[in-house]
């Protein structure tokens, strides 16, 4: 039974940074890409950034620049460092593990 707990949501200002994190328990997770998602209210789930199981990443236009994804096998974690955060990143974010689970979320709340 695969779990996945992220961490690491708040409320931050504008242009300030955030580090989630995604603690993954039960087998698979150094064979499988992972990735971070996001829900803004109002909106549909999307993708946000996914890092292959040899750590190839890709990310979506909107925050290209300015998120980081990262793994770390020993830990079976993966991270998403967020700088220069805008008010369109409020949303709750979700990770993913690529054989079909899910978090339940952690909120990331941008503003003054």
């Known amino acids: 039974q695969v779990q996945l707990v992220e961490s690491g949501g708040g409320l931050v200002q504008p242009g300030g940074s955030l580090r989630l994190s995604c603690a993954a328990s039960?087998?698979?997770?150094?064979?499988?890409?992972m990735g971070w998602y996001r829900q803004a209210p109002g909106k549909e789930r999307e993708l946000v950034a996914i890092i292959s199981r040899g750590r190839s990443a890709n990310y979506a236009d909107s925050v290209k620049g300015r998120f980081t994804i990262s793994r770390d096998n020993a830990k079976n974690t993966v991270y998403l460092q967020m700088n220069s955060l805008k008010a369109e990143d409020t949303a709750v974010y979700y990770c993913?593990?690529?054989?079909?689970?899910w978090g339940k979320g952690t909120l990331v709340t941008v503003s003054s």
């Open positions: 993913y593990m690529a054989a079909g689970y």
């Open positions: 039960g087998s698979g997770f150094s064979i499988n890409a």
